[in-house]
């Protein structure tokens, strides 16, 4: 009996993810994953450190790190609350701990007009590698 339970709760799953990934469930018509949060920009103690990636963090570089979002992914970073926009790549992970959508380095926050908050309301939506666009 339990087997069964199972079995059904695992087809079950199946079916609302399948729902989920249907084009017409989604509520933007040109299929881009946006999320809405907070941002913070990284630290000067982070200067030179490893990223999940294996690089070096430089805050001059338009990198990010987020737990939502698969290293690599390009992103696109609004703040909401001057319009602001800056593309930057995931490149590292934060603590599980943190609650922020998106921690962005400090040339992105500079970009974005929130250095001196710390923190912003922020959008942030997957995009295409825009290298792969200038080749």
């Not at 933007?28 to 941002?39: D, F, P, Q, R, S």
């Not at 609350?81 to 992970?93: L, Y």
């Amino acid at each position: 009996m339990k087997r069964l339970f199972f079995i059904f709760v695992a087809l079950l799953g199946l079916c609302t993810l399948a729902v989920a990934q249907h084009p017409s469930t989604k509520k933007n018509t040109k299929h881009t994953i946006a999320l809405e949060g907070t941002a913070s920009y990284y630290a000067d103690k982070f200067q030179g450190r490893r990223m999940a990636n294996g690089t070096k963090y430089d805050w001059r570089k338009y990198t990010a790190a987020a737990n939502k979002i698969p290293l690599g992914t390009w992103v696109r970073v609004r703040n909401l609350s001057n319009k602001k926009t800056v593309i930057v790549q995931i490149t590292d992970r934060m603590s599980r701990k943190n609650k922020r959508l998106i921690d962005v380095s400090k040339a992105s926050a500079m970009k974005l007009g929130f250095v001196k908050k710390g923190l912003a309301k922020v959008r942030v939506e997957i995009i295409d590698n825009p290298e792969k666009k200038s080749k």
